[in-house]
């Protein structure tokens, strides 16, 4: 499944994903929630859950990945956009093709963020606790 916009795509292709693991690697390394992940356990969160990669002129730009049991939840995890290409609405419009992916549509969403906020909420998502966040069924 794949999104194009203003000269960027959203692919879920997971192999795709794994061909720039090192690149996943260094945006997670420059966040506060994960960077000290080795790269085998950053492989295998790939491979065990439904990802997304941001594409420019065939380079990762942007990352996140949801683990889900399809049924009840989902947890958005992960989202990441390179600081070269902020500012420019790809974390919005990653956002938003999470929460439309018929797999999560209908699905209750929780994450966590320290910082944001204000992006989350206009997907629906709403404060639990100074970190937690989740989106109503439906």
Known sequence: MKCEFEGYTINTDK???LVYVDRVKDFLSDSYWARDRSIELIKKTI???????????DELVGFARVVSDYATMFWTCDVYIDKSH???GLG??????IT???E?????GILATRDAHG???QFGFERVESRFMTRPVG
């Open 15 to 17: 192999a795709l994903v």
């Open 47 to 57: 491979e065990n859950s439904f990802c997304y990669g941001v594409y420019h002129d």
């Open 86 to 88: 902020r500012g420019k």
């Open 92 to 97: 919005k419009k990653l956002i938003e093709y």
């Open 100 to 102: 439309e992916t018929p």
């Open 104 to 108: 999560f549509k209908n699905l209750r």
């Open 119 to 121: 992006l989350y909420e």
